[in-house]
Protein backbone atom coordinates (compact mmCIF):
# COMPACT_ATOMS: atom_id res chain seq x y z
CA UNK A 1 0.00 0.00 0.00
CA UNK A 2 0.59 3.61 -1.02
CA UNK A 3 0.93 6.93 0.82
CA UNK A 4 -2.64 8.48 -0.21
CA UNK A 5 -0.53 11.99 -1.04
CA UNK A 6 2.96 10.49 -1.79
CA UNK A 7 5.22 7.70 -3.03
CA UNK A 8 5.81 6.52 -0.02
CA UNK A 9 4.75 3.24 1.65
CA UNK A 10 2.15 3.14 3.91
CA UNK A 11 2.62 3.60 7.92
CA UNK A 12 -0.75 4.09 9.02
CA UNK A 13 -4.44 2.96 7.68
CA UNK A 14 -6.64 5.71 8.91
CA UNK A 15 -9.99 3.97 9.07
CA UNK A 16 -12.79 6.85 9.75
CA UNK A 17 -14.27 8.79 8.46
CA UNK A 18 -12.22 8.29 5.07
CA UNK A 19 -10.02 4.97 4.73
CA UNK A 20 -6.50 6.41 3.43
CA UNK A 21 -3.26 4.91 4.33
CA UNK A 22 -0.56 7.62 5.14
CA UNK A 23 3.06 7.21 4.66
CA UNK A 24 5.25 8.35 8.19
CA UNK A 25 5.76 11.91 7.12
CA UNK A 26 2.31 12.90 6.28
CA UNK A 27 0.77 10.21 9.20
CA UNK A 28 3.20 13.16 11.34
CA UNK A 29 1.50 15.83 9.17
CA UNK A 30 -2.53 14.57 9.96
CA UNK A 31 -1.93 13.74 13.34
CA UNK A 32 -0.79 16.95 14.37
CA UNK A 33 -3.49 18.39 12.33
CA UNK A 34 -6.03 16.27 14.44
CA UNK A 35 -4.58 17.36 18.08
CA UNK A 36 -4.73 21.04 16.72
CA UNK A 37 -8.29 20.93 15.70
CA UNK A 38 -9.37 19.18 18.38
CA UNK A 39 -7.34 22.31 20.61
CA UNK A 40 -9.58 24.72 18.72
CA UNK A 41 -12.93 22.88 18.63
CA UNK A 42 -13.22 22.75 22.46
CA UNK A 43 -11.34 25.92 23.29
CA UNK A 44 -8.80 24.14 25.10
CA UNK A 45 -5.53 26.36 25.59
CA UNK A 46 -3.95 29.67 24.39
CA UNK A 47 -0.30 30.29 23.49
CA UNK A 48 -0.10 32.70 26.59
CA UNK A 49 -0.90 30.43 29.09
CA UNK A 50 2.12 28.29 31.42
CA UNK A 51 1.20 24.69 30.86
CA UNK A 52 1.93 22.09 33.14
CA UNK A 53 1.80 18.51 31.50
CA UNK A 54 1.94 15.48 33.27
CA UNK A 55 4.20 12.98 32.67
CA UNK A 56 3.84 9.08 33.59
CA UNK A 57 6.72 7.93 31.61
CA UNK A 58 3.83 6.30 29.28
CA UNK A 59 3.10 7.21 25.93
CA UNK A 60 0.43 9.38 26.61
CA UNK A 61 1.33 11.90 28.40
CA UNK A 62 4.98 11.84 26.63
CA UNK A 63 3.13 12.69 23.53
CA UNK A 64 1.28 15.15 24.70
CA UNK A 65 4.07 17.57 25.49
CA UNK A 66 6.15 16.54 22.61
CA UNK A 67 3.21 17.86 20.28
CA UNK A 68 2.73 20.86 22.25
CA UNK A 69 5.86 21.40 22.43
CA UNK A 70 5.92 21.76 19.07
CA UNK A 71 2.58 23.05 18.18
CA UNK A 72 4.68 26.10 19.86
CA UNK A 73 2.64 26.35 23.83
CA UNK A 74 4.69 27.09 26.48
CA UNK A 75 5.19 24.05 28.28
CA UNK A 76 6.65 22.39 31.48
CA UNK A 77 6.63 18.62 32.82
CA UNK A 78 5.14 17.13 35.70
CA UNK A 79 6.22 13.80 37.42
CA UNK A 80 5.51 11.65 40.72
CA UNK A 81 7.45 9.17 41.86
CA UNK A 82 5.41 7.03 42.87
CA UNK A 83 7.96 4.26 44.85
CA UNK A 84 6.88 1.25 43.14
CA UNK A 85 9.57 -1.68 42.70
CA UNK A 86 10.29 -2.16 39.12
CA UNK A 87 8.00 1.03 37.66
CA UNK A 88 9.11 4.24 39.42
CA UNK A 89 12.64 3.73 38.40
CA UNK A 90 11.90 2.96 34.98
CA UNK A 91 9.16 5.84 34.37
CA UNK A 92 11.28 8.19 36.10
CA UNK A 93 14.51 7.56 33.11
CA UNK A 94 11.99 7.56 30.32
CA UNK A 95 10.97 11.18 31.90
CA UNK A 96 14.15 12.34 32.24
CA UNK A 97 15.02 11.18 28.41
CA UNK A 98 12.02 13.05 26.98
CA UNK A 99 12.84 16.44 29.12
CA UNK A 100 16.08 16.46 27.83
CA UNK A 101 14.82 15.74 24.42
CA UNK A 102 12.57 18.46 24.84
CA UNK A 103 14.81 20.68 26.24
CA UNK A 104 12.08 21.35 28.51
CA UNK A 105 12.07 22.15 32.40
CA UNK A 106 11.27 18.43 34.92
CA UNK A 107 9.59 18.82 38.11
CA UNK A 108 9.54 15.86 40.01
CA UNK A 109 7.95 14.95 43.55
CA UNK A 110 8.28 12.18 45.77
CA UNK A 111 5.57 10.78 46.71
CA UNK A 112 7.42 9.39 50.21
CA UNK A 113 8.85 12.77 51.06
CA UNK A 114 5.24 14.13 51.11
CA UNK A 115 3.33 11.81 52.78
CA UNK A 116 6.07 9.21 54.30
CA UNK A 117 4.75 6.06 52.21
CA UNK A 118 4.59 4.93 48.97
CA UNK A 119 2.18 3.72 46.95
CA UNK A 120 3.62 0.04 47.61
CA UNK A 121 2.32 1.11 51.44
CA UNK A 122 -0.88 1.62 51.36
CA UNK A 123 -3.45 -1.42 51.62
CA UNK A 124 -6.94 -0.52 49.87
CA UNK A 125 -7.62 0.51 46.15
CA UNK A 126 -4.07 1.51 45.62
CA UNK A 127 -5.46 2.50 41.41
CA UNK A 128 -8.10 4.57 43.33
CA UNK A 129 -5.64 6.39 46.06
CA UNK A 130 -2.93 6.46 43.27
CA UNK A 131 -5.55 8.77 40.97
CA UNK A 132 -6.76 11.08 44.29
CA UNK A 133 -2.96 11.21 44.87
CA UNK A 134 -1.92 12.27 41.35
CA UNK A 135 -4.13 14.72 40.94
CA UNK A 136 -3.96 16.24 43.96
CA UNK A 137 -0.15 16.63 43.61
CA UNK A 138 -0.26 17.97 40.31
CA UNK A 139 -2.92 20.41 40.86
CA UNK A 140 -1.36 21.91 44.13
CA UNK A 141 2.53 22.30 42.58
CA UNK A 142 0.64 23.97 39.30
CA UNK A 143 -1.17 26.06 41.83
CA UNK A 144 1.37 27.04 44.17
CA UNK A 145 4.33 28.05 40.50
CA UNK A 146 1.47 29.85 39.00
CA UNK A 147 0.59 27.71 36.20
CA UNK A 148 -2.55 28.25 34.05
CA UNK A 149 -3.92 24.87 33.31
CA UNK A 150 -2.73 21.41 33.76
CA UNK A 151 -2.65 18.53 30.77
CA UNK A 152 -3.11 14.99 31.08
CA UNK A 153 -2.57 12.01 28.40
CA UNK A 154 -6.05 10.22 28.85
CA UNK A 155 -7.40 9.81 24.89
CA UNK A 156 -10.54 8.45 23.42
CA UNK A 157 -9.84 4.91 24.42
CA UNK A 158 -9.59 5.97 28.06
CA UNK A 159 -12.82 8.27 27.98
CA UNK A 160 -14.85 5.70 26.32
CA UNK A 161 -13.91 2.45 28.63
CA UNK A 162 -14.49 4.90 31.65
CA UNK A 163 -17.70 5.90 30.21
CA UNK A 164 -18.72 2.33 29.55
CA UNK A 165 -18.10 1.08 32.46
CA UNK A 166 -20.12 4.05 34.49
CA UNK A 167 -22.96 2.78 32.22
CA UNK A 168 -22.71 -0.89 33.27
CA UNK A 169 -22.35 0.19 37.13
CA UNK A 170 -25.17 2.98 36.26
CA UNK A 171 -22.72 5.75 38.27
CA UNK A 172 -25.06 8.49 37.15
CA UNK A 173 -23.05 10.68 38.94
CA UNK A 174 -19.96 10.35 37.19
CA UNK A 175 -21.51 10.45 33.85
CA UNK A 176 -22.28 13.90 34.14
CA UNK A 177 -18.39 14.75 34.38
CA UNK A 178 -16.88 13.88 31.23
CA UNK A 179 -15.52 16.57 29.37
CA UNK A 180 -12.49 17.61 27.33
CA UNK A 181 -11.71 21.06 29.11
CA UNK A 182 -12.81 21.22 33.16
CA UNK A 183 -12.71 25.04 33.98
CA UNK A 184 -10.57 26.49 36.76
CA UNK A 185 -12.09 26.98 39.81
CA UNK A 186 -11.48 28.08 43.72
CA UNK A 187 -7.36 26.56 43.93
CA UNK A 188 -8.36 23.84 41.11
CA UNK A 189 -6.52 24.58 38.17
CA UNK A 190 -8.05 24.17 34.41
CA UNK A 191 -7.99 20.66 33.22
CA UNK A 192 -7.20 19.70 29.92
CA UNK A 193 -7.15 16.61 27.76
CA UNK A 194 -5.83 17.30 24.56
CA UNK A 195 -6.38 13.43 23.26
CA UNK A 196 -9.68 13.47 24.25
CA UNK A 197 -10.84 12.54 21.17
CA UNK A 198 -7.39 10.79 19.54
CA UNK A 199 -7.41 6.98 19.39
CA UNK A 200 -4.81 5.44 21.66
CA UNK A 201 -3.32 3.53 18.25
CA UNK A 202 -2.75 6.74 16.37
CA UNK A 203 -0.84 8.12 19.85
CA UNK A 204 1.25 5.06 19.97
CA UNK A 205 1.96 5.57 16.01
CA UNK A 206 3.18 8.93 16.77
CA UNK A 207 4.99 8.43 19.23
CA UNK A 208 7.01 5.65 17.36
CA UNK A 209 6.92 7.73 14.06
CA UNK A 210 8.69 10.67 16.17
CA UNK A 211 11.16 8.19 17.88
CA UNK A 212 9.51 9.54 21.64
CA UNK A 213 11.04 7.90 24.73
CA UNK A 214 8.56 6.06 26.58
CA UNK A 215 8.75 3.18 28.56
CA UNK A 216 6.38 0.64 28.01
CA UNK A 217 6.21 -0.78 31.61
CA UNK A 218 3.31 -1.16 33.19
CA UNK A 219 2.44 -0.73 36.76
CA UNK A 220 1.97 -3.99 38.42
CA UNK A 221 -0.82 -2.24 40.70
CA UNK A 222 -2.73 -1.52 37.31
CA UNK A 223 -6.41 -2.21 36.64
CA UNK A 224 -7.53 -5.02 36.44
CA UNK A 225 -9.57 -7.57 33.94
CA UNK A 226 -12.76 -5.46 33.82
CA UNK A 227 -11.02 -2.28 32.41
CA UNK A 228 -9.14 -4.56 29.60
CA UNK A 229 -12.28 -6.15 28.34
CA UNK A 230 -14.43 -2.70 28.24
CA UNK A 231 -11.10 -1.61 25.67
CA UNK A 232 -11.25 -5.23 23.84
CA UNK A 233 -14.67 -4.92 23.43
CA UNK A 234 -14.23 -1.43 22.30
CA UNK A 235 -11.97 -2.20 19.64
CA UNK A 236 -13.87 -5.34 18.40
CA UNK A 237 -16.84 -2.85 17.91
CA UNK A 238 -14.53 -0.49 15.94
CA UNK A 239 -13.30 -3.56 13.70
CA UNK A 240 -16.73 -4.23 12.69
CA UNK A 241 -17.76 -0.37 12.46
CA UNK A 242 -15.40 2.14 11.69
CA UNK A 243 -15.86 5.27 13.92
CA UNK A 244 -18.08 3.66 16.19
CA UNK A 245 -15.84 4.49 19.20
CA UNK A 246 -15.34 8.23 18.44
CA UNK A 247 -19.45 8.13 17.66
CA UNK A 248 -19.76 6.58 20.42
CA UNK A 249 -17.95 9.54 22.42
CA UNK A 250 -19.86 12.30 20.72
CA UNK A 251 -23.50 10.22 21.50
CA UNK A 252 -22.17 10.71 24.86
CA UNK A 253 -21.40 14.44 24.86
CA UNK A 254 -24.64 14.94 23.10
CA UNK A 255 -26.80 13.41 25.69
CA UNK A 256 -24.53 13.93 29.08
CA UNK A 257 -26.92 16.46 30.21
CA UNK A 258 -29.49 14.00 31.15
CA UNK A 259 -27.29 12.68 34.23
CA UNK A 260 -27.01 15.58 35.41
CA UNK A 261 -29.96 15.11 37.99
CA UNK A 262 -29.30 15.96 41.54
CA UNK A 263 -28.31 19.45 41.33
CA UNK A 264 -24.97 19.36 43.76
CA UNK A 265 -25.52 22.20 45.96
CA UNK A 266 -22.37 21.89 47.90
CA UNK A 267 -20.05 24.80 48.80
CA UNK A 268 -16.21 23.96 47.74
CA UNK A 269 -13.98 25.29 51.10
CA UNK A 270 -10.50 24.83 52.14
CA UNK A 271 -9.16 21.71 53.14
CA UNK A 272 -8.41 21.68 56.78
CA UNK A 273 -4.88 20.24 57.04
CA UNK A 274 -3.74 21.37 53.78
CA UNK A 275 -5.65 24.44 52.67
CA UNK A 276 -6.42 23.14 49.05
CA UNK A 277 -9.82 23.61 47.42
CA UNK A 278 -12.13 20.37 48.87
CA UNK A 279 -15.52 19.33 49.18
CA UNK A 280 -15.03 18.14 52.19
CA UNK A 281 -14.14 19.28 55.82
CA UNK A 282 -10.68 17.35 54.77
CA UNK A 283 -9.59 16.98 51.21
CA UNK A 284 -9.69 13.37 49.88
CA UNK A 285 -5.43 13.33 49.62
CA UNK A 286 -4.85 14.54 53.33
CA UNK A 287 -8.08 11.29 54.12
CA UNK A 288 -6.27 8.91 52.36
CA UNK A 289 -2.69 9.26 53.29
CA UNK A 290 -4.20 10.81 56.81
CA UNK A 291 -2.20 13.59 57.25
CA UNK A 292 -4.61 14.88 59.78
CA UNK A 293 -2.71 12.70 62.28
CA UNK A 294 1.08 13.66 61.19
CA UNK A 295 -1.19 17.38 61.50
CA UNK A 296 -2.15 16.49 65.09
CA UNK A 297 1.15 14.83 66.35
CA UNK A 298 2.78 18.13 65.17
CA UNK A 299 0.29 20.49 67.24
CA UNK A 300 0.76 17.79 70.00
CA UNK A 301 4.33 18.25 70.20
CA UNK A 302 4.31 22.16 69.73
CA UNK A 303 1.92 22.31 72.90
CA UNK A 304 4.74 20.64 74.73
CA UNK B 1 -18.90 -32.14 42.01
CA UNK B 2 -22.14 -33.03 44.04
CA UNK B 3 -25.50 -31.26 43.95
CA UNK B 4 -26.08 -29.30 47.03
CA UNK B 5 -29.18 -30.63 48.04
CA UNK B 6 -28.68 -34.38 47.54
CA UNK B 7 -25.92 -36.72 46.64
CA UNK B 8 -26.53 -36.88 42.90
CA UNK B 9 -23.62 -35.39 40.42
CA UNK B 10 -23.50 -31.74 39.79
CA UNK B 11 -26.08 -30.77 36.31
CA UNK B 12 -25.44 -26.71 36.61
CA UNK B 13 -23.51 -24.03 38.71
CA UNK B 14 -25.28 -21.60 39.75
CA UNK B 15 -22.84 -18.41 40.00
CA UNK B 16 -25.10 -15.68 41.45
CA UNK B 17 -26.26 -14.25 43.81
CA UNK B 18 -24.68 -17.91 45.79
CA UNK B 19 -22.08 -20.00 43.81
CA UNK B 20 -23.91 -23.37 43.93
CA UNK B 21 -24.27 -26.92 42.58
CA UNK B 22 -27.74 -28.21 41.34
CA UNK B 23 -28.01 -32.00 39.78
CA UNK B 24 -30.58 -32.20 37.65
CA UNK B 25 -34.05 -32.61 39.63
CA UNK B 26 -33.37 -29.80 41.77
CA UNK B 27 -32.10 -27.46 39.09
CA UNK B 28 -35.24 -27.97 37.54
CA UNK B 29 -36.66 -27.37 40.86
CA UNK B 30 -34.64 -24.36 41.12
CA UNK B 31 -35.19 -22.45 37.60
CA UNK B 32 -39.19 -23.07 37.60
CA UNK B 33 -38.95 -21.41 41.18
CA UNK B 34 -37.23 -18.32 39.74
CA UNK B 35 -39.64 -18.29 37.16
CA UNK B 36 -42.46 -18.52 39.49
CA UNK B 37 -40.71 -15.45 41.03
CA UNK B 38 -39.97 -13.22 38.31
CA UNK B 39 -43.86 -13.69 37.33
CA UNK B 40 -45.12 -12.70 40.81
CA UNK B 41 -42.11 -9.98 41.46
CA UNK B 42 -43.73 -7.90 38.30
CA UNK B 43 -47.04 -9.29 38.94
CA UNK B 44 -46.79 -10.94 34.87
CA UNK B 45 -49.98 -13.04 34.73
CA UNK B 46 -53.08 -14.36 36.32
CA UNK B 47 -54.24 -17.94 36.73
CA UNK B 48 -57.18 -17.19 34.70
CA UNK B 49 -55.97 -15.26 31.49
CA UNK B 50 -56.31 -16.51 28.10
CA UNK B 51 -52.10 -16.88 27.44
CA UNK B 52 -51.03 -17.05 23.31
CA UNK B 53 -47.11 -17.70 23.61
CA UNK B 54 -44.89 -17.14 20.53
CA UNK B 55 -43.05 -20.10 19.16
CA UNK B 56 -40.50 -19.87 16.75
CA UNK B 57 -38.88 -23.25 17.19
CA UNK B 58 -35.84 -22.46 19.62
CA UNK B 59 -35.57 -22.99 22.84
CA UNK B 60 -36.56 -19.80 24.14
CA UNK B 61 -40.68 -19.67 23.48
CA UNK B 62 -40.30 -23.15 23.99
CA UNK B 63 -39.30 -23.36 27.46
CA UNK B 64 -41.59 -20.36 27.88
CA UNK B 65 -44.70 -22.35 26.81
CA UNK B 66 -43.51 -25.35 28.72
CA UNK B 67 -43.15 -23.59 32.00
CA UNK B 68 -46.15 -22.14 31.81
CA UNK B 69 -48.35 -25.28 31.03
CA UNK B 70 -46.68 -26.85 33.83
CA UNK B 71 -47.41 -23.71 36.36
CA UNK B 72 -50.82 -24.33 35.60
CA UNK B 73 -51.40 -21.60 33.07
CA UNK B 74 -53.72 -21.40 30.46
CA UNK B 75 -51.94 -21.34 27.03
CA UNK B 76 -52.30 -21.91 23.23
CA UNK B 77 -49.03 -21.40 21.17
CA UNK B 78 -48.58 -18.89 17.73
CA UNK B 79 -46.19 -19.72 15.15
CA UNK B 80 -45.32 -17.70 12.07
CA UNK B 81 -44.33 -19.26 8.54
CA UNK B 82 -41.82 -16.55 7.51
CA UNK B 83 -41.15 -19.12 4.46
CA UNK B 84 -37.49 -18.59 4.54
CA UNK B 85 -35.89 -21.68 3.24
CA UNK B 86 -34.03 -24.27 5.69
CA UNK B 87 -34.93 -22.82 8.73
CA UNK B 88 -38.67 -22.67 8.51
CA UNK B 89 -39.29 -25.80 7.90
CA UNK B 90 -36.94 -26.99 10.57
CA UNK B 91 -38.44 -24.36 12.71
CA UNK B 92 -42.30 -25.53 11.69
CA UNK B 93 -41.00 -29.16 12.68
CA UNK B 94 -40.27 -28.12 16.08
CA UNK B 95 -43.18 -26.33 16.86
CA UNK B 96 -45.47 -28.89 16.05
CA UNK B 97 -43.69 -31.60 18.27
CA UNK B 98 -44.23 -29.09 21.11
CA UNK B 99 -47.53 -28.87 20.44
CA UNK B 100 -47.66 -32.34 20.69
CA UNK B 101 -45.72 -33.14 23.56
CA UNK B 102 -47.73 -29.98 25.33
CA UNK B 103 -51.08 -31.19 24.15
CA UNK B 104 -51.57 -27.35 23.69
CA UNK B 105 -53.73 -25.79 20.61
CA UNK B 106 -50.71 -24.42 17.97
CA UNK B 107 -51.80 -21.76 15.63
CA UNK B 108 -49.92 -21.50 12.54
CA UNK B 109 -50.29 -18.40 10.66
CA UNK B 110 -48.49 -18.08 6.79
CA UNK B 111 -46.92 -14.97 6.25
CA UNK B 112 -47.21 -15.46 2.13
CA UNK B 113 -50.89 -15.98 2.42
CA UNK B 114 -51.01 -12.86 4.58
CA UNK B 115 -48.49 -10.38 2.21
CA UNK B 116 -48.38 -12.13 -0.84
CA UNK B 117 -44.54 -12.45 -0.27
CA UNK B 118 -42.31 -14.42 2.18
CA UNK B 119 -39.15 -12.70 4.41
CA UNK B 120 -36.71 -13.87 1.22
CA UNK B 121 -38.50 -12.09 -1.24
CA UNK B 122 -38.11 -8.68 1.19
CA UNK B 123 -35.23 -5.80 0.39
CA UNK B 124 -33.41 -3.72 2.93
CA UNK B 125 -33.25 -4.76 6.79
CA UNK B 126 -34.81 -8.03 7.14
CA UNK B 127 -33.90 -8.49 10.86
CA UNK B 128 -35.94 -5.48 11.56
CA UNK B 129 -39.03 -6.09 9.15
CA UNK B 130 -39.31 -9.66 10.60
CA UNK B 131 -39.39 -8.14 14.08
CA UNK B 132 -42.73 -5.71 13.00
CA UNK B 133 -43.95 -8.66 11.46
CA UNK B 134 -43.70 -11.21 14.17
CA UNK B 135 -45.39 -8.60 16.89
CA UNK B 136 -47.82 -7.19 14.54
CA UNK B 137 -49.25 -10.54 13.40
CA UNK B 138 -49.00 -12.29 16.74
CA UNK B 139 -51.22 -8.93 18.35
CA UNK B 140 -53.61 -8.71 15.47
CA UNK B 141 -54.28 -12.94 15.65
CA UNK B 142 -54.36 -12.64 19.86
CA UNK B 143 -56.31 -9.52 19.31
CA UNK B 144 -58.87 -11.13 17.57
CA UNK B 145 -59.41 -14.59 19.54
CA UNK B 146 -59.60 -13.20 22.65
CA UNK B 147 -56.17 -13.65 23.99
CA UNK B 148 -55.31 -11.28 26.90
CA UNK B 149 -51.65 -11.31 27.04
CA UNK B 150 -48.93 -12.27 24.70
CA UNK B 151 -46.11 -14.16 25.78
CA UNK B 152 -42.61 -13.87 24.25
CA UNK B 153 -39.14 -15.64 25.16
CA UNK B 154 -36.65 -12.81 25.47
CA UNK B 155 -34.28 -13.55 28.03
CA UNK B 156 -31.74 -11.42 30.44
CA UNK B 157 -29.05 -11.68 27.69
CA UNK B 158 -31.44 -10.38 24.80
CA UNK B 159 -32.41 -7.59 27.03
CA UNK B 160 -29.06 -6.48 27.74
CA UNK B 161 -27.35 -6.35 24.86
CA UNK B 162 -30.63 -4.74 23.39
CA UNK B 163 -30.05 -2.02 26.32
CA UNK B 164 -26.09 -1.73 25.47
CA UNK B 165 -26.42 -1.33 21.51
CA UNK B 166 -29.13 1.05 22.50
CA UNK B 167 -26.23 2.82 24.98
CA UNK B 168 -23.31 2.58 22.61
CA UNK B 169 -25.83 4.34 19.84
CA UNK B 170 -27.55 6.66 22.28
CA UNK B 171 -30.73 5.60 20.95
CA UNK B 172 -32.34 7.59 23.70
CA UNK B 173 -35.89 6.81 22.80
CA UNK B 174 -35.26 3.07 22.80
CA UNK B 175 -34.05 3.67 26.43
CA UNK B 176 -36.97 4.25 28.01
CA UNK B 177 -39.01 1.37 26.49
CA UNK B 178 -37.74 -1.66 28.25
CA UNK B 179 -39.72 -3.48 30.82
CA UNK B 180 -40.75 -7.29 31.48
CA UNK B 181 -44.55 -6.42 31.31
CA UNK B 182 -46.27 -4.20 28.50
CA UNK B 183 -49.77 -3.48 29.28
CA UNK B 184 -52.11 -3.63 27.22
CA UNK B 185 -53.42 -0.82 25.14
CA UNK B 186 -56.49 -0.23 22.58
CA UNK B 187 -55.63 -2.86 20.33
CA UNK B 188 -52.63 -4.02 21.50
CA UNK B 189 -52.65 -6.61 23.80
CA UNK B 190 -50.98 -6.76 27.26
CA UNK B 191 -47.05 -8.18 26.23
CA UNK B 192 -44.98 -10.03 28.82
CA UNK B 193 -41.61 -11.29 28.94
CA UNK B 194 -41.11 -14.23 31.26
CA UNK B 195 -37.85 -14.39 31.12
CA UNK B 196 -36.76 -11.17 31.91
CA UNK B 197 -34.61 -11.67 34.72
CA UNK B 198 -33.52 -15.53 32.90
CA UNK B 199 -30.08 -16.03 31.89
CA UNK B 200 -30.35 -17.57 28.20
CA UNK B 201 -27.91 -19.92 29.53
CA UNK B 202 -29.66 -21.60 32.30
CA UNK B 203 -32.89 -21.33 29.55
CA UNK B 204 -30.52 -23.69 27.66
CA UNK B 205 -30.04 -26.07 30.36
CA UNK B 206 -33.16 -26.17 31.24
CA UNK B 207 -34.47 -26.99 27.68
CA UNK B 208 -32.06 -30.15 27.70
CA UNK B 209 -32.88 -31.20 30.90
CA UNK B 210 -36.57 -31.53 30.24
CA UNK B 211 -36.10 -32.38 26.72
CA UNK B 212 -37.84 -29.73 25.26
CA UNK B 213 -38.64 -30.61 21.76
CA UNK B 214 -36.26 -27.57 19.96
CA UNK B 215 -34.61 -26.65 17.02
CA UNK B 216 -30.85 -24.96 17.19
CA UNK B 217 -30.76 -23.97 13.08
CA UNK B 218 -30.58 -20.40 12.86
CA UNK B 219 -32.18 -18.14 10.52
CA UNK B 220 -29.56 -16.84 7.99
CA UNK B 221 -30.45 -13.67 7.96
CA UNK B 222 -30.48 -13.19 12.15
CA UNK B 223 -28.49 -10.19 13.30
CA UNK B 224 -24.90 -9.80 12.37
CA UNK B 225 -21.57 -9.79 13.77
CA UNK B 226 -21.88 -6.46 16.37
CA UNK B 227 -24.89 -8.05 18.14
CA UNK B 228 -23.00 -10.94 18.99
CA UNK B 229 -20.20 -9.07 20.29
CA UNK B 230 -22.30 -7.36 22.82
CA UNK B 231 -23.66 -11.10 24.22
CA UNK B 232 -19.89 -12.21 24.15
CA UNK B 233 -18.51 -9.06 26.10
CA UNK B 234 -21.22 -8.88 28.70
CA UNK B 235 -20.60 -12.88 29.24
CA UNK B 236 -17.02 -11.60 29.26
CA UNK B 237 -17.48 -9.80 32.32
CA UNK B 238 -19.53 -11.96 34.10
CA UNK B 239 -16.94 -14.22 34.55
CA UNK B 240 -14.97 -11.59 36.01
CA UNK B 241 -18.09 -10.56 38.02
CA UNK B 242 -20.65 -12.97 39.02
CA UNK B 243 -23.88 -11.10 38.62
CA UNK B 244 -22.76 -8.10 36.70
CA UNK B 245 -25.36 -9.25 33.80
CA UNK B 246 -28.29 -9.22 36.22
CA UNK B 247 -26.99 -5.92 38.26
CA UNK B 248 -26.96 -3.54 34.73
CA UNK B 249 -30.56 -4.67 34.16
CA UNK B 250 -31.40 -3.52 37.87
CA UNK B 251 -29.47 -0.23 37.15
CA UNK B 252 -31.29 0.02 34.11
CA UNK B 253 -34.48 -0.56 35.51
CA UNK B 254 -33.78 2.06 38.87
CA UNK B 255 -32.22 4.30 36.51
CA UNK B 256 -34.14 4.60 32.77
CA UNK B 257 -36.63 7.33 33.56
CA UNK B 258 -33.42 9.32 33.08
CA UNK B 259 -34.05 8.85 29.73
CA UNK B 260 -37.74 9.93 29.52
CA UNK B 261 -37.11 13.34 27.88
CA UNK B 262 -39.33 13.94 25.18
CA UNK B 263 -43.14 13.24 26.32
CA UNK B 264 -44.69 11.27 23.91
CA UNK B 265 -47.78 13.05 22.77
CA UNK B 266 -49.25 11.89 19.85
CA UNK B 267 -52.92 9.81 19.78
CA UNK B 268 -52.95 6.39 18.38
CA UNK B 269 -55.24 5.68 16.16
CA UNK B 270 -56.52 3.10 13.60
CA UNK B 271 -54.50 2.11 10.61
CA UNK B 272 -56.29 3.27 7.26
CA UNK B 273 -55.43 -0.46 5.73
CA UNK B 274 -55.74 -2.63 8.51
CA UNK B 275 -57.42 -0.77 11.24
CA UNK B 276 -55.08 -2.11 13.90
CA UNK B 277 -54.14 0.39 17.10
CA UNK B 278 -50.95 2.37 15.29
CA UNK B 279 -48.57 5.81 15.54
CA UNK B 280 -49.24 6.92 12.09
CA UNK B 281 -52.08 6.57 9.56
CA UNK B 282 -50.97 3.31 8.42
CA UNK B 283 -49.23 1.16 10.66
CA UNK B 284 -45.64 -0.44 10.05
CA UNK B 285 -46.81 -3.29 9.14
CA UNK B 286 -48.70 -2.55 6.26
CA UNK B 287 -46.19 -0.12 5.27
CA UNK B 288 -43.50 -2.39 4.65
CA UNK B 289 -45.61 -5.13 3.39
CA UNK B 290 -47.18 -2.25 0.98
CA UNK B 291 -50.60 -3.52 1.88
CA UNK B 292 -52.05 0.17 1.15
CA UNK B 293 -51.18 -0.79 -2.80
CA UNK B 294 -52.97 -3.91 -2.60
CA UNK B 295 -55.72 -2.05 -0.43
CA UNK B 296 -55.42 0.60 -3.88
CA UNK B 297 -55.81 -2.28 -6.45
CA UNK B 298 -58.55 -3.51 -4.74
CA UNK B 299 -60.18 0.00 -4.53
CA UNK B 300 -59.96 0.53 -8.08
CA UNK B 301 -61.02 -3.41 -8.81
CA UNK B 302 -64.37 -2.22 -7.21
CA UNK B 303 -64.73 0.72 -8.99
CA UNK B 304 -64.49 -0.50 -12.35
ZN1 LIG C 1 3.12 10.37 2.11
ZN1 LIG D 1 -5.93 18.46 52.29
ZN1 LIG E 1 -29.86 -32.69 43.88
ZN1 LIG F 1 -52.06 -1.65 9.16
Known amino acids: MKCRFCNSPSYVEIRYPKKINLC ?10 RV ?38 NIELFHINLGIKGF ?12 ERLNTPLHVVDLKEITGKTIEDIRGKKCSICGITKRYL ?24 FILNNVLNWNIRYLAKHEPVLPAHDKFLKKVKIFFEIDEYLILKYAEAEEIPFTTVKCKFAEGAITLKHRDYLNELEKERSGIKLQFLYGYMKNRHLFKVEEEDFQFRECEVCGMTSAGKICSFCRVWKLYKKKRKKENNKGK
Open 24 to 33: KEHFIEYFED
Open 36 to 73: KKSIEKYKMLNKDEKILVAVSGGKDGHVAAWILKKLGY
Open 88 to 99: SDESLRAVKALA
Open 138 to 161: MNKFGYERGFDVIITGHNLDDEIS
